[in-house]
């Protein structure tokens, strides 16, 4: 009876584990962008923008590049060793980051810091998406995505971290965290597998072959469904905004409203985080509920999220002062949360289970690239506000694309 109850409660104590690894995950790449001031004053490269927007993408540019490939293992090895290495790794970067005294340190670091992290989302989704199947995908995909918006809010407070601790003691200490924590998902975390039961293999084998099909046949499996180009398009052409506001937001809002970097990072960001959490537990059982009367349920609940982004963005761009921004960051965090926690479930209608790290890899590299661009060109262009409103219109193209393109036939693919 007890391990009955344990295999009913399970699903979700991964989903409680993981939450915990995304926010470290964002924390630990979040900080960077609000700690820039007070990382500048020791490193003086990083007081120019245009490096600090080098330092910033050399991190999504690797992230981009090694995507498909951290998928592609994640379908074929443990996913629990994947992130539990994964997540040790890019924790002892972040504990290294706070022993740097040149630009040129800090910027292999954060190159590194791609590599591991990148492993981490397609193993985590893919191994979310396995334990909940039906009713409760898109509700437990986007409670783990909430530990991605905390970390993005905690990691707003980085200058004030900085204020009281030094921004060195800062990484030091949440990179001694994530190792420990590393430590302790090694005895809490089990590896699930839809196949293994059919083929009557062993769940929790570090290094086990899980698909005989190549890397290059499966991504010649994946692209050959056209389905997946659209999703690709969509995913890539949001994560322009996505990426500006993780990244530039703060600088932005520091130029519209008074106290500077310590207010506008908090606002930035906190804003942001707590309307995606709202998103996310409306979107989630929404879209739930919406896909067994519907199968478009998913995608129509993920498009009401991608409507409420784009006047957000422009607002964003536009407006002065404190109200618009906390505004704007609590519209497009509503509709983020919508948008983000359907990702996942959308492509599981459309890719089998077999294949979807390595699909949720490639979206992550097109993804990722696109604002490795927008952040490297944001960097550049004087107009920041004026940059964030035109984003708007590339959400709205996303949308319409969208709406008339995808159809899914089965809410799981097989």
């Given amino acids: 009876m007890a391990s009955e109850k344990m295999q009913k409660i399970y699903p979700w104590i991964v989903v409680g584990l993981l939450s915990i690894v995304a926010f470290l995950n964002y924390l630990d790449r979040q900080m960077l ?46 996913r629990k060793w994947l992130i539990v290495g994964s997540l040790a790794v890019w924790s002892l970067v972040t504990l290294l980051m706070g022993h740097c005294n040149t630009f040129s340190q800090m910027y292999w670091l954060r190159g590194l810091m791609g590599v591991s992290e990148a492993l981490y989302i397609p193993s985590s989704l893919s191994l979310i998406a396995d334990y909940h199947a039906g009713k409760s995908r898109s509700l437990a995909v986007g409670l783990h995505m909430t530990g991605l918006y905390l970390g993005q809010a905690v990691g707003g407070f980085g200058a004030i ?18 190792v420990l924590y590393a430590a302790v998902l090694v005895f809490f975390l089990k590896e699930k597998r839809q196949e293994t039961a059919a083929h009557g293999a062993k769940d929790d084998i570090p290094g086990a072959d899980r698909d005989s099909v190549s890397i290059l046949k499966s991504f010649g499996l994946i692209f050959s469904n056209i389905a997946f180009w659209v999703i690709l398009f969509f995913f890539a052409s949001t994560s322009l905004p996505g990426w500006a506001t993780k990244n530039w937001l703060p600088t932005l809002f520091a130029q519209h409203i008074d106290g500077g970097m310590s207010v506008a990072g908090p606002v930035a ?8 959490f709202i998103g996310v537990m409306v979107g989630g059982p929404l879209s739930d509920r919406w896909v067994k ?23 964003m761009g536009l407006g002065k002062g404190l109200v618009p921004a906390v505004a704007s960051g609590l519209i497009f965090g509503l509709g983020y949360g ?10 599981c209608q459309f890719v089998p289970s077999r294949l979807r790290a390595t699909a949720y890899g490639f979206m992550n590299m ?14 550049k262009i004087p107009n920041l506000g004026l ?28």
């Fill in 338 to 347: 919508m948008f983000d926690t359907n990702n996942m479930p959308i492509l």
């Fill in 387 to 414: 940059s964030f409103a035109i984003l708007g219109g590339v959400t709205a193209l996303a949308l319409i694309l969208q709406l008339t393109i995808l159809r899914p036939t089965t809410d799981d693919m097989q």
């Fill in 33 to 78: 962008s609000t700690m820039q001031t007070a990382i500048g004053a020791d490193i003086t490269e990083l007081q120019q923008a245009q490096n600090f927007g080098r330092l910033m993408a050399i991190f999504l540019w690797v992230y981009a590049i090694v995507s498909p490939f951290a998928g592609s293992i994640a379908d074929r090895l443990s």
């Fill in 269 to 276: 960001t906190i804003t942001i985080a707590l309307a995606s």
């Fill in 161 to 178: 971290f900085a204020s009281a601790l030094s921004w060195r003691m800062t990484f030091q200490w949440f990179g001694i965290i994530g």
């Fill in 293 to 315: 009367k519907n199968l478009r349920g998913r995608i129509y609940t993920s498009a009401i999220g991608l409507s409420m982004m784009i006047p957000a963005l422009v607002l």
């Fill in 366 to 379: 097109v993804g990722v690239a696109m604002g490795a661009l927008c952040t490297t060109l944001l960097g």
